[in-house]
Structure formats: structure tokens, C-alpha cells
């Protein structure tokens, strides 16, 4: 089987390669799930909603893929540091006098719950790192015996010298400069406790009495360092080489640059085909922080609950103000921005649901439109398929919203859309919009699988057509009101009725 070309940006090379997976047709993909001690923030959502649309597209193209993000549930300390800090999770548990795992199912629920309403796709495996807690041992055991790690009083660290020494690889994704990690003077560690370097990072932390998770190994009663599970996970399901590993640029050092080292200190070989890096979501022009008031949740902004935004704004349009910008750019989202974003996202699924009325021209050869709608189709899997270039592709959409209000706005015109071409439509936006980018265009109402929106609408408006035909202004206006208040817009036309969501 043949698939469309597809180049991604390798952040390892720093360039744009051919995505050729190492087993045909099968794509193993890695993502750095949430660490599970409070409610998640909106740059997550962004970076994991971008990796949703990855998943999306790949499975598009026809690959079989093998989706893993996992939940952090230990071993992330404060200050995502590996000495002298409490876990987070640890830290949450004790201040509210119950149980880590309440905490990890609380905020795990959480997470799901944004997730679902932003539409994201489940992965195909979603592994906790407690669960994990043996095959972590078994890896920092595989990479002391291959002479990558060292065991000081109970807990085992990883000797980055020893490795970038002999690899000349620490540091190649961050771009950290190695020699002067190697130079750096050894007169400067009397202050570095058990580590041999300060570069060093912990596979196994030996606990004291008051760590509320700890597990036994051979070194100490103890827990795993947070770069470990990753390893360990990604190994054990996609195996000691697969095809991508995503995740926020801020991870790139020290999470996935250690990755790196943990997985050729233990099998001895490079993890990773293709490293992908989501840049970071700014709010009103600056980094999110919760000290300086400049942070928002994601349930506040979709609630309107919040002193930063002057109402709420859809899960559709946030994930649509999201596809706007490339997932490698830096996003910036601010009042106005959603706003624009609202009023775009309004546009297309005006768009959307003005298909099916068009009026179709008399006979059923193809006419010159359809060469446009193609054309559109065709740049669409270009622009996906260089580096996911989600703006771009929504420029094209655009270009068909035009081509469908043209066409309903003058249902005369000699040329007129065949049935082809409003089959072409209605692909193009059910394709792009809603299967690769995930933007719901249909607010649907289900039960039992059924969809009853159009049926209930169809039915509200026939009985506002008929308090018309009795001249009944006040029940037509009382529909048109309640209706609006209900964020749906009823619009009375020279060709009928027509009704659309959004603001």
C-alpha cells in the first residue's frame, strides 16, 4: 500500500524529513502524558490536542498506529528536581490527609473529562507509572550492568559523563553544549552530595520514613526518578526503537534528553526516529503563571467562571483557535484572538450546514467547480503533509465556505454545482475540519446513537412557520428569542429558513 508523503520536523536533526516508519503501514507514538497532581493547564491541552491531530492525520493516511501517553503518578518531585524535594503528588496527598491515589484519580478524571469535551481521540494505551514500578527496576538494573549508572547509599544515578564520553550524544536534542559539561570542574563537587556530577540524574531515590510511595528494590526501599518511566513504558509497548515521541518543547531537557541516555544506557541503542516538540501557549502576550495571576483553566475559560475573559467560549472554539497556529509556533491566546476565532469557527459550520441545501444544476456532468473544490482538496494533503500545517489547510476550508455561500446566495447561476461537487464539499469538511482536526461541526444531540438535532430543529421551525402564516408575531419572536438564547441563530431568507450554532 501506497501513503501520502508526509515530512515532519525531526527536532534531533533539526530539519524536515520523509516520516518513513520502520514497519510499514505500523506507527509507534510516544507522548508525555500528564503528571497528575492538579488540574491540567491550557498549555497542556494544547501540546496534547496537537498530538490528538497528529494521531488523527496518521490514522487518515491509513496507518495502523499504536498510540501510548502516559499518566505520571510518582516520582515527579518539586521543583522537577531529583534530591531534597517531595513528590508532587506526595505533597498534595499529605497537605489534604488523603490517599496519593485519590489524588492521581481525581485529577486523572479530570483530565479526561477536558479531554473528551476538546474532542481529543483516546490513545490505543495509557500506562501509569505505578503500574510500571518492576519494569522500571528491571531498566536501571539493565543500564548499571551495561556501566551507565552507580548506586550511592541506596539510590542509583545516571553517569552523564561516562556516557556523553563515550556517545558524544548528551545534549544533541537540546542543543546543551557537552564540552562544557565535560570540562566542568571537579573541585566543584564537594557540595553535590552522592552525585559524581552535577549533570547526573536519579534513577532509583532511596525513601525516608515520611514518602508516602516507596517500593522495595535490591539498592533501597524507594521510588523511580521521573525520566525513568518513560523509558521504561515506551520500551515495554513500542519497543527499544519506534517511530515518534512528542511532547511540549519544555520537556526537551532534561525529560527527553534524558530519555535518550536512560534507553541506550540500557539497550544500547536510540530510542527515537522522530523527535516532535510542541511550542508553548502564551496568554495576553505573556507566560502563563499562576503567582502573577496570568493563567486560566481550561473548564474556567469554557465555564465563562473566570476574572480574566469577559464570557465563556465553546471546547470547539478553543480547539479551533488551536488548529490556527502551527503546532511548532508559539500561541498567544487573549480575548480578542478567541473572539476572531469564535466568528471563524461560526463561518465554517454556517458553511457546513448549508451544504446539503444547495441547489444542485440540472444533468450530472462534472462542471469547472468541481476542478476548484479538487484542487483545494489536493493543496489540503500537501499542507498536512508538511510538518501537519494546520493553518494553511484551514485557509483552503475558507475558500470553500466562499464557494458554498456563493452558490447559496445565488442558486441561479448558469453553471451551478453538480451532485459531485457538493459531495466534494461536504468531504473536504468532514475529512479536514472534523476527522483530522477534530473541530466537531455538528453540536449533535444523541440518544442511543441517534441523532434527533435536525428532526427537533425541523419541527421548532415548522411550528415558528406556521405562527407566521397566522400572523402570530409574538410565538414567532418567542422562538427566534428562546432559540438565540440557546446560542442557535434562526435567519429568514429569500430561499427559506435556516438555522446555525454559535455565537
Known amino acids: 500500500m501506497s501513503y501520502r508523503p508526509l515530512y515532519v520536523f525531526n527536532t534531533l536533526s ?25 488540574d491540567v493547564h491550557l498549555g497542556n491541552c494544547r501540546t496534547f490536542v496537537s498530538f490528538d491531530m497528529i494521531y488523527r492525520y496518521l490514522l487518515h493516511l491509513g496507518y495502523k498506529v499504536r498510540y501510548v501517553r502516559n499518566i505520571t503518578d510518582v516520582g515527579h518531585l518539586v521543583g522537577d528536581t531529583d534530591t531534597g524535594a517531595e513528590d508532587k503528588i506526595g505533597r498534595i496527598a499529605r497537605l489534604e490527609r488523603i490517599e496519593p491515589m485519590e489524588v492521581v484519580q481525581k485529577y486523572s478524571n479530570g483530565f479526561h473529562e477536558v479531554m473528551a469535551l476538546l474532542n481529543a481521540l483516546n490513545p490505543s494505551i495509557e500506562p ?26 541506596g539510590s542509583v544515578y545516571f553517569d552523564t559523563l561516562k556516557y556523553a564520553e563515550q556517545t558524544g550524544q548528551y ?10 559539561l565535560i570540562n566542568e570542574s571537579r573541585d566543584n563537587l564537594k557540595n553535590q552530595g552522592e552525585k559524581r556530577h552535577p549533570s547526573d540524574f536519579a534513577l532509583w531515590i532511596k525513601a525516608d520514613e515520611s514518602h508516602l510511595m516507596r517500593w522495595p528494590s535490591k539498592w533501597s526501599v524507594g521510588f523511580p526518578g521521573w525520566h525513568l518511566e518513560c523509558s521504561a513504558m515506551s520500551t515495554k509497548y513500542l519497543g527499544t526503537t519506534f517511530d515518534i515521541h512528542g511532547g511540549g518543547q519544555d520537556l526537551k531537557f532534561p525529560h527527553h534528553e534524558n530519555e ?42 469554557i465555564s465563562g467562571n473566570n476574572d480574566i475573559f469577559k464570557e465563556a467560549f465553546s471546547p470547539m472554539t478553543l480547539r479551533f483557535f488551536m488548529m490556527q497556529s502551527h503546532y511548532r509556533s508559539t500561541l498567544d491566546i487573549t480575548y480578542d484572538a478567541l473572539k476572531a476565532a469564535e466568528k471563524g469557527f461560526s463561518k465554517i459550520k454556517d458553511a457546513y450546514n448549508l451544504i446539503p441545501r444547495l441547489k444542485k444544476a440540472p444533468g450530472s456532468q462534472p462542471v469547472k467547480i468541481n476542478q476548484t473544490i479538487l484542487s ?73 446513537g441517534e441523532n434527533y438535532t435536525e428532526g427537533l430543529m425541523d419541527i421548532i421551525l415548522e411550528l415558528r412557520a406556521k405562527a407566521r402564516e397566522n400572523k402570530d408575531w409574538p410565538t414567532s419572536d418567542l422562538i427566534r428569542d428562546k432559540l438565540s438564547e440557546m446560542n442557535i441563530q434562526v435567519k429568514d431568507g429569500k430561499d427559506g429558513v435556516t438555522w446555525s450554532t454559535g455565537k
Not at 541506550?264 to 511550542?279: D, I, M, Q, R, T
Open 260 to 301: 535518550i541516555a536512560q534507553n541506550h544506557g540500557a539497550c544500547l541503542s536510540n530510542p527515537v526516529k522522530y523527535w516532535l516538540h510542541g511550542n508553548m501557549l502564551l496568554m495576553n502576550g505573556k507566560k502563563m503563571s499562576k503567582s502573577d495571576g496570568n493563567s486560566i483553566l481550561p473548564m474556567e475559560l
Open 171 to 180: 545534549g544533541k536534542l537540546s542543543g546543551r553544549v557537552i564540552d562544557e
Open 14 to 38: 533539526g530539519e524536515k524529513e520523509l516520516f518513513t516508519p520502520i514497519v510499514e503501514g505500523r506507527v509507534g507514538m510516544y507522548v508525555c502524558g500528564p503528571t497528575v497532581y492538579s
Open 376 to 448: 483545494e482538496i489536493e493543496g489540503m494533503y500537501e499542507d498536512m503533509g508538511n510538518d501537519f500545517n494546520t493553518p494553511k489547510a484551514l485557509a483552503r476550508i475558507f475558500e470553500l465556505v466562499s464557494i458554498v455561500n456563493i452558490y447559496h446566495n445565488n442558486p441561479q447561476q448558469e453553471e451551478g454545482l453538480n451532485e459531485e461537487s457538493i459531495r466534494l464539499l461536504s468531504s473536504a469538511f468532514d475529512t479536514f475540519v472534523s476527522d483530522v482536526m477534530g473541530i466537531r461541526l455538528k453540536d449533535d444531540i444523541l440518544t442511543d
Open 128 to 153: 501509569s507509572a505505578t503500574g510500571h514500578i518492576i519494569e522500571q527496576i528491571e531498566m536501571v538494573q539493565k543500564i548499571i550492568d551495561n556501566g551507565f549508572a552507580y548506586e550511592t547509599n
